[in-house]
């Protein structure tokens, strides 16, 4: 008799379990559904669509040439301009600092002006431009150091500059492309989420509460839920790329500097760069872009908030500065 009671339980137990049981559809339990579901959104929708390769092996192309020509400065400025141990370090200390800063000015640019695929362009253009000019100062048989000198703080001000506005827009213009991609799914997968809901009434009826709690529809929570999932998934490939150029380029440009010199090692930096933006520009038609400023919440806007509220505290707690800085009331 208990025996009996036990078989009884469980039965109903596993009849009332929303998971374990078969969908009113018959196709299965609601794990498999869900799975299939899941599976058939990612073979309809994939991530790694060609405009997000091209993104990212660019990315990997400009990290290359970004590692790649740091990898050997130190060596350049010694051996080949004759600066002494501090000078160089010196040196390669200010380039660093340079490359670091400028994303400050590149993100004001695609905020503001360009927008991002501009900015990404027009920088990668002066990256190329710095590249060629560092290559030609290595290259070159010079017998003025003052003259290679010069060359070569050029083309390094020229590649700071490029990769300041590479470096700031690039990971978010990739995350646009994926989060603003147009669902396939929506329309041929209704049936299967109808059977999942259906056998789950507890979980449809939590999902709704949830949406008439936020104001929001439930197709739009899954469609932001899904893109969510995506732009995590794109800066999983993005930093594999980025960590694969960097790796790269530190192991084989030293290898190329020490064969056949420092024009050869740089040069290697310079044709994955035009590598980089030749793909990158090759998708400009298909890519989705963002207006500047359409969100309203731009770093330049919020510069001059912020310079704004500093002339109103300034004007009011002291007098003296309207005699001296009349220029600075505010409007």
Not at 158 to 181: E, H, N, R, Y
Not at 261 to 286: D, E, H, R, Y
Request: one cysteine or more.
């Amino acid at each position: 008799m208990v025996k009996n009671h036990v078989a009884q339980y469980s039965k109903l137990d596993t009849a009332s379990d929303p998971l374990s049981r078969r969908s009113s559809s018959g196709g299965g339990t609601i794990i498999d559904n869900v799975a299939k579901s899941t599976r058939k959104n990612e073979e309809q929708n994939p991530i790694l669509t060609p405009v997000v390769w091209c993104i990212l092996v660019a990315e990997t192309g400009e990290r290359f040439a970004y590692f790649g020509f740091r990898a050997i400065l130190v060596l350049f400025f010694v051996q080949a301009l004759e600066y002494d141990e501090n000078e160089a370090i010196a040196n390669y200390a200010y380039t660093t600092c340079l490359a670091y800063f400028s994303p400050l000015l590149g993100a004001l640019l695609a905020d503001g002006q360009f927008g991002r695929f501009k900015t990404i362009l027009y920088c990668g253009i002066l990256y190329i431009v710095g590249l060629a000019v560092l290559t030609f100062a290595a290259w070159g048989d010079w017998e003025d150091l003052g003259w290679k000198r010069f060359m070569t703080v050029l083309g390094l001000v020229l590649v700071c500059l490029g990769t300041g506005g590479i470096k700031p827009c690039v990971s978010a213009f990739g995350a646009d492309q994926v989060a603003l991609q147009k669902t396939t799914t929506s329309k041929s997968s209704s049936h299967d989420d109808r059977a999942i809901h259906g056998s789950i009434p507890a979980m449809e009826a939590m999902i709704k509460e949830e949406s008439a709690a936020v104001n929001l529809p439930e197709s739009t929570m899954d469609d932001e839920n899904e893109a969510s999932q995506r732009v995590r998934a794109f800066f999983a490939y993005f930093y594999f790329c980025i960590n694969v150029g960097a790796v790269l380029s530190i192991a084989l440009v030293p290898i190329v500097r020490g064969f056949a010199g420092f024009g050869p090692a740089f040069s290697l930096s310079l044709w994955f760069m035009i590598i980089a933006i030749t793909l990158f520009a090759s998708k400009q038609t298909q890519y989705h872009h963002v207006v500047p400023g359409e969100d309203g919440t731009t770093l330049s806007m919020t510069l001059r908030l912020c310079w704004w509220l500093m002339r109103q505290n300034l004007w009011r707690q002291h007098p003296f500065i309207r005699r001296f800085f009349p220029l600075l009331e505010p409007g």
